[in-house]
C-alpha cells in the first residue's frame, strides 16, 4: 500500500513542470522560454517554428528547423523553445478543459442547460 505523504497531486506534477521549463537555468533565456510558451513575442523565422509546434505540429518541417538554426539559435535552444511551446499550448488546452468541466458542474447544479 502506497504511503500518502509520497504520493504526488497531478496537480502538483503539473506545476513543477511548468516552474521548471520557466525558470529553471537553461540554453536558452527564461524571457524566450516564456514567449515560446506563450507562442508569443518571438521574432521570424522562430514564430514561425514555435507557432507551427503549438498549433499545427504535424506541419513542422526540417526547413522549419533549419531556418532557425541559420538565424543563431542552437539545437540545445531549439529543443527547448519547442518543449516550452507544446506544453504551453497542452497548458492552455488543460486550462480551458478544466473551465468547460467546471461550467458543465455549475450548470448542472444551477439547473440551467444549453439551449
Given at each position: ?6 504520493t ?47 498549433n ?6 526540417d ?9 543563431g ?41 444549453a439551449?
Amino acid at each position: 500500500m502506497e504511503n500518502k505523504k509520497d504520493t504526488v497531486s497531478f496537480g502538483e506534477l503539473y506545476q513543477d513542470i511548468i516552474t521548471h521549463i520557466q525558470k529553471k537555468d537553461a540554453f536558452s533565456s527564461q524571457a524566450e522560454r516564456q514567449a515560446a510558451f506563450n507562442n508569443s513575442g518571438l521574432i521570424e523565422p522562430l514564430s514561425t517554428l514555435i507557432n507551427k509546434v503549438a498549433n499545427y505540429a504535424f506541419k513542422v518541417t526540417d526547413s522549419d528547423i533549419s531556418a532557425v538554426k541559420k538565424s543563431g539559435i542552437s539545437e540545445d535552444q531549439i529543443f527547448e523553445l519547442v518543449i516550452c511551446a507544446a506544453v504551453g499550448q497542452a497548458s492552455r488546452q488543460y486550462t480551458n478543459a478544466l473551465a468547460a468541466l467546471e461550467q458543465v458542474i455549475t450548470d448542472k447544479e444551477g439547473g440551467t442547460h444549453a439551449s
